[in-house]
């Protein structure tokens, strides 16, 4: 059984920051890639940063300069800086892992239960 928990979403001003953490737990006998994505209402899922165990990140054009993804390795954990933040970055924020179990040993992707992050004009 594998988990991933999200916190560190709420409401804050134009131009406010956030950070949001995702903590991966259970039978876990590796991670690889973790991410972000999300979702506004009545659009598509979409992705925000990822980070492969080998340190190496992507974003999506939008949050470019503005957004930070790092991780923690010996924690299982993903987190997410968000700065210089709009109204158009309001969303649910979805945590994401591909993760090979103990219990299956195969890689399967998890997902975290989602963080509202609004921002206000």
């Known amino acids: 059984q594998v988990q991933l928990v999200e916190s560190g979403g709420g409401l804050v001003q134009a131009g406010g920051s956030l950070r949001l953490s995702c903590a991966a737990s259970g039978s876990i006998s590796s991670v690889n890639v973790m991410g972000w994505y999300r979702q506004a209402p009545g659009k598509q899922r979409e992705v925000v940063a990822r980070s492969s165990s080998g340190g190496s990140t992507d974003y999506a054009d939008s949050v470019k300069g503005r957004f930070t993804i790092s991780r923690d390795n010996a924690k299982n954990t993903v987190y997410l800086q968000m700065d210089s933040l709009k109204p158009e970055d309001t969303a649910v924020y979805y945590c994401?892992?591909?993760?090979?179990?103990?219990?299956?040993?195969?890689?399967?992707?998890?997902w975290g239960q989602g963080t509202q992050v609004t921002v206000s004009s």
């Open positions: 994401a892992a591909d993760i090979i179990g103990t219990m299956t040993g195969y890689v399967g992707r998890y």
